[in-house]
């Protein structure tokens, strides 16, 4: 079956670094967009960025502003989600994801996506 695995989560302080990785199992990846969202308590699931199957296409959420950077590794099924200028409004459970169908694009929107990574939580300190 399909496998989505994060690491890479923790507390950072404001103004720092973080790269989380997405490994996925039991499917092509390369044939497969991936996309990074964050929840908080009580609010939806917002997509962070998308990168399609081939790595020549990104999304990125508004409040990115040029700060994350999105990559995938096909030879090594991962996607990477590098985070730099951290602020405490990006603390949040990130989450990986994947569509259920091959390449599918323009998938910015939870309801596009069949597979999801546990979560791996991201918090940063003022």
């Known amino acids: 079956q399909v496998q989505l695995v994060e690491s890479g989560g923790g507390l950072v302080q404001a103004g720092g670094s973080l790269k989380l990785s997405c490994a996925v199992s039991g499917r092509t990846f390369s044939s497969y967009s991936m996309a990074w969202f964050r929840q908080t308590p009580g609010k939806e699931r917002e997509v962070v960025a998308f990168?399609?199957?081939?790595?020549?296409?990104?999304y990125y959420g508004d409040f990115v502003k040029g700060r994350f950077t999105i990559s995938r590794d096909n030879t090594k099924s991962t996607v990477y989600l590098q985070m730099n200028s951290l602020q405490p409004e990006d603390t949040a459970v990130y989450f990986c994801?994947?569509?259920?169908?091959?390449?599918?694009?323009?998938?910015?929107?939870?309801?596009?996506?069949?597979?999801w990574g546990q979560g791996t939580q991201v918090t940063v300190a003022s």
């Open positions: 990168i399609n199957w081939s790595g020549g296409s990104t």
């Open positions: 994801a994947s569509p259920e169908d091959a390449f599918y694009s323009g998938a910015y929107h939870s309801h596009d996506y069949a597979y």
